[in-house]
C-alpha cells in the first residue's frame, strides 16, 4: 500500500473511531448528557468534520496531482464555517 493510501486508511479508521465513540456516548446516557459530555460530544463532532475536510483535501491533491501529504488540518473554526 502506498504511504497516500496508508495515510488515508488511517484518516477513515480515525473517523470511525470517532464515530463508534460518539454513537456510545449518546447511546449510553440519551437525553441525559453531563455538562462535561455534551463537550465531548461537541468535541467530537468538530473532530469529525476536521477529518472529513482532510480527506476531501487528500482526494482533491491526489486527483489534480498534487502531493495528498501537503493537505493540512485546517482549524476548527475554519471548517465549522463551511455550508453544507
Known amino acids: 500500500m502506498s504511504d497516500a ?3 488515508e486508511a488511517e484518516i477513515i479508521q480515525r473517523i470511525g ?4 465513540e460518539e454513537r456510545d456516548l449518546r447511546e449510553q ?3 441525559r448528557l ?11 463532532e468538530t473532530a469529525l468534520d476536521q477529518c472529513w475536510d ?12 498534487q502531493d495528498p501529504e501537503s493537505a493540512e488540518v485546517r ?10
Open 5 to 7: 493510501k496508508s495515510r
Open 17 to 20: 473511531d470517532l464515530v463508534t
Open 34 to 44: 453531563t455538562p462535561e459530555e455534551r463537550r465531548r460530544i461537541r468535541d467530537l
Open 75 to 84: 482549524p476548527a473554526p475554519e471548517v465549522e464555517s463551511y455550508r453544507q
Open 29 to 31: 446516557h440519551e437525553h
Open 54 to 65: 482532510l480527506l476531501r483535501q487528500r482526494r482533491a491533491h491526489e486527483e489534480f496531482g
